[in-house]
């Protein structure tokens, strides 16, 4: 599968931005797909992940729960991370991953196919 991300841009402080995931193929529905986010000089970290199909599960990291939503459209083979009230330290290359497993999980090790990232800065 091949994943191509966007929606990336300046936005000010406590903003809104929709980042967007769309796949290749066919058999987009059997991906667990996540968002994860590198910034400078920093590891990358895991941001948000949902399971394969409907998408029942999703998981948040600690940092950005009650302020990021992912969610997927399997019509469009689309996975979505709204990102909402966005602060400074969310400045990052975000990057969407799929992995051919069931359930929504975060270590980047597990997803081995990746989006080229798109970049997010917050500005005060």
């Known amino acids: 599968v091949q994943l191509q991300a966007s929606g990336g841009g300046l936005v000010q402080a406590g903003g809104s931005l929709r980042l967007s995931c769309v796949a290749s193929?066919?058999?987009?529905?059997?991906?667990?797909v996540a968002w994860f986010r590198q910034a400078p000089g920093k590891e990358r970290e895991f941001v948000a992940a949902i399971s394969r199909s409907e998408g029942s599960m999703t998981r948040h990291a600690d940092s950005v729960k009650g302020r990021f939503t992912i969610s997927r459209d399997n019509a469009l083979n689309t996975v979505y991370l709204q990102m909402d009230s966005l602060k400074l330290e969310d400045t990052a290359v975000y990057y969407c991953?799929?992995?051919?497993?069931?359930?929504?999980?975060?270590?980047?090790?597990?997803?081995?196919?990746w989006g080229q990232g798109t970049l997010v800065t917050v500005s005060s």
């Open positions: 991953a799929a992995a051919s497993i069931a359930t929504p999980v975060t270590g980047p090790w597990q997803y081995p196919y």
């Open positions: 193929g066919r058999t987009f529905r059997a991906y667990a």
